[in-house]
């Protein structure tokens, strides 16, 4: 196992690049995995335009994780969470036909979420010798029991690609359909999905100027939103995509079954995402088991 992990060398040939030069590898590998999802949707006839979609974006990440296999740099899909659901939205936006404020209202929040989520991965990645921590402890505990290729493919790629393409699910009839007019629950996404984006930017905010601070060096953070719950910023996350959610329904209430997607979330952050952060900060963090008594993982609770 040991010589397993020796053996594995983040960036590999690249590790000791630029900064500028990693993200010159990212951005080549994301063009390339557009125009790997543009041919199949070109060439693809017949099926419902989600399924072409989810053909495009399938083939797209495996594009992504070619590169990453190539880089040796699990993190270079990362921003792809964020990043493919825009790039999908505004393709449907602009090649259907739905009702304008709800077409104009998903796609300037998704946009707005997309790009502050992205630069936030952007600001926090160093480089190709920088793989994220979860990344590296999964290769460490599979080691010498799956390759990791295959839990890079299947647990850090295919996976999350295909969550968020269920959270947009119903996103194709809050800009396809046309049925019914803007609403009341158009009102309530609205303030639903632009809460999860302030919720989100907040956090992640108020966590970098606490990390920023030499003198929290070791210690926990637990002021403004952090102080109501472990993870606001995947609550954040979830919540925003409970708000897509409701711009489907609010557009086709006979696409209620797209529920699957906000749920498939609250089960990724619920049972991978925080127990692996928890997990983490018991490790590096003596009080960190009395702080997980005091704080919700996720919803605040009254004092």
Known sequence: MAAERGAYRVGGALATTSRPAGFAVVTVAYLAAGLAAWAVAAVVRGPHPLLITCYADLAATLVVFAASVAVANASVY???WSVAPAVIVVVWVLAYDGVAARRAAVLALVLAWAIRLTANWAISWRGLSHEDWRYVRLREQGAG???WWL???VGVQLMPTLVVFAGLLAVWPAVTATGRGWGPLDVA???????AVLIEATADRQLHRFAGDPANRGRIIDTGLWRHSRHPNYLGEITFWWG???FGLAAAPGWWWTVIGPVAMVLL???VSVPMMDKRSLERRP???DHMRRVPALLPRPR
């Open 78 to 80: 990362d921003a792809y």
């Open 145 to 147: 029991r799956l390759p």
């Open 151 to 153: 839990v890079n493919l």
């Open 189 to 195: 996404a609205v303030l639903v999905t632009g809460g």
């Open 244 to 246: 897509m959610w409701l």
């Open 269 to 271: 952050f619920a049972f």
């Open 287 to 289: 009080d960190y088991a």
